[in-house]
């Protein structure tokens, strides 16, 4: 069974400081990991993906298979990634895709 | 940008009744998902759709539950007799493959079950 998780509820940084949002995942295959963002009001949309390795808002994840670990980070917080941050595991079931979410951090910049 | 559209965005039944819940996705999207949110618990995967059957789902999604392409845009979510402990936030997904590509979200609906 696929498992996400991401043991912080809520993460406060100031502007400025670096900010790591958790995550930790079990899955027996080889996993395709994701960070998908809410902003408020807003829709879920995919912020990165590991196999592409980019680094989106200045935001770069990467994905550890000995830890198995799939940490976001940003070198200096904004003001506007103040967001739900999920992080999320695709299963290639059959060729169909399944994704687990964890339960997601709220990260909160202050100003 | 295309999006992925759902109505309505918010739907008040009383337990027991049928509610259906609307999608469009993107319009040359081959995969269709379906996943709910209880208040302030994570996103749960409920079912997959392609090539108009299910492709997966999980223990969520039991006989109540029901899904249809009905026709080339729309993809709905019927629940057939509504309990208290559905109400929820829905989400509709969509993707152009499986595999890693990326879904692409709905706005919601949130079902409130009285």
């Known amino acids: 069974a696929q498992r996400v998780t991401q043991p912080e509820k809520l993460l406060s940084v100031f502007k400025g400081a670096p900010v790591e949002l958790k995550c930790n995942y079990s899955y027996s295959g080889s996993p395709e990991l994701f960070w998908y963002v809410q902003y408020s009001r807003q829709r879920l949309q995919l912020l990165l993906r590991h196999i592409s390795r980019e680094s989106i808002k200045g935001f770069t994840a990467d994905l550890n298979k000995g830890e198995t670990s799939f940490h976001l980070k940003k070198p200096f917080a904004q003001e506007e990634d103040s967001a739900m941050y999920y992080c999320a595991l695709s299963a290639n079931s059959g060729g169909y895709q399944k994704v687990t979410f964890g339960t997601g951090t709220k990260l909160q910049v202050i100003p | 940008e295309p999006e992925v559209t759902q109505t309505p965005s918010h739907q008040v039944t009383q337990m027991g009744q049928e509610v259906i819940l609307r999608c469009v996705p993107i319009?040359?999207?081959?995969?269709f998902y379906w996943y709910r949110q209880i208040l302030g618990q994570k996103v749960e995967f409920l079912v997959s759709f392609y090539n108009n059957e299910i492709s997966e789902k999980s223990e969520i999604f039991d006989d109540q539950f029901s899904v249809e392409r009905p026709d080339g845009s729309n993809f709905t979510l019927k629940i057939r007799s509504t309990k208290l402990e559905d109400s929820a936030m829905y989400f509709c997904a969509s993707s152009i493959a499986g595999g890693p590509y990326e879904q692409y979200f709905g706005p919601g609906t949130r079902l409130t079950v009285t």
């Open positions: 319009s040359n999207h081959l995969y």
